[in-house]
């Protein structure tokens, strides 16, 4: 498999990738079996995931931006990939927050509005807008699966203090 920066070599496996272009990361989360990632173009190591590892690769270092990311910096003494251990969701059902997609729910731990509203905005095919910095970066945890986007958010007022509206298909938040 080819993403945009690295080769993923799979070996018999359960794996995720996440990798969008507008997006400063690319994420390679293993669940069982064994993977193998490259950098393009580059004499790195190759490096071997283990079950229950994720790889995060950062596409920014090294790179002149005019705009960094607001949630990933490009510091060149940052490494440009870290590898750790993936959390099992203990407080739902043990779900896997990089691989419930595949059983249609989208997990969030922890995230910022902000962090949530991207992968809102790509769950329920919207736009999403802060008008306060503040709710932005409220941390959120919870799950959702057959909600609308109006019902998600009305779940979320319920432990989080902010007004939205709704209109076609660009959401606004607000204090």
């Not at 590898?83 to 059902?93: F, L, Y």
């Not at 919207?126 to 503040?134: G, L, R, S, T």
Request: net charge negative; hydrophobic share 40%.
């Amino acid at each position: 498999m080819h993403t945009s920066d690295i080769d993923i070599r799979v070996l018999g496996t359960a794996f995720n990738v996440k990798s969008y272009k507008e997006e400063p990361t690319i994420e390679a989360t293993l669940i069982h079996g064994s993977i193998q990632v490259t950098k393009q173009k580059e004499c790195i190591p190759k490096i071997i995931l283990s079950p229950n590892e994720k790889l995060v690769f950062n596409k920014l270092i090294g790179k002149v931006i005019a705009s960094p990311h607001p949630l990933l910096t490009a510091n060149e003494n940052e490494p440009q990939y870290l590898v750790s251990k993936i959390a099992v969701n203990e407080s739902n059902d043990s779900s896997i927050v990089e691989t419930a997609w595949i059983h249609n729910r989208l997990l969030f731990d922890g995230d910022t509005f902000k962090e949530l509203a991207i992968k809102m905005e790509r769950w329920f095919d919207v736009q999403i807008k802060f008008n306060n910095a503040e709710v932005a970066n409220y941390r959120l945890r919870g799950a959702f699966e057959d909600e609308t986007i109006e019902e998600a958010l009305k779940a979320l007022q319920q432990i989080a203090n902010f007004k939205f509206t709704v209109r076609d298909k660009t959401v606004t938040i607000a204090k």
